[in-house]
């Protein structure tokens, strides 16, 4: 069955950098679009980057661009998001989706933006 597993959360200091993964099994990852959400307390979730299959394309939220960048590698079925120059405002658990006949969702990883 597909499973999307996310790591690499955590705390960190405002100004610092994190690197999230999400590894993926149960379908041809190299053909689909990969997308990384996030969803703060008392907010609703909200797409922050997503990267096409074929031509490695990717879009990004208005509020982190120029700071994260999405990028896969599918000889390891993984998708990364990595996140530089983070403030308390990217405090949020962050998802690894996958739409294929419907939308699939990891659990999710916690990033915490505290001094």
């Known amino acids: 069955q597909v499973q999307l597993v996310e790591s690499g959360g955590g705390l960190v200091q405002p100004g610092g950098s994190l690197r999230l993964s999400c590894t993926a099994s149960?379908?041809?990852?190299?053909?689909?679009?990969m997308s990384w959400y996030r969803q703060a307390p008392g907010k609703e979730r909200e797409l922050v980057a997503a990267i096409i299959s074929a031509s490695g394309s990717t879009n990004y939220a208005d509020s982190v661009k120029g700071r994260f960048t999405i990028s896969r590698d599918n000889a390891k079925n993984t998708v990364y998001l990595q996140m530089n120059s983070l403030t308390p405002e990217d405090t949020a658990v962050y998802y690894c989706?996958?739409?294929?006949?419907?939308?699939?969702w990891g659990k999710g990883t916690l990033v915490t933006v505290s001094s």
């Open positions: 989706n996958v739409q294929l006949f419907k939308s699939y």
């Open positions: 149960g379908f041809t990852f190299s053909i689909y679009a």
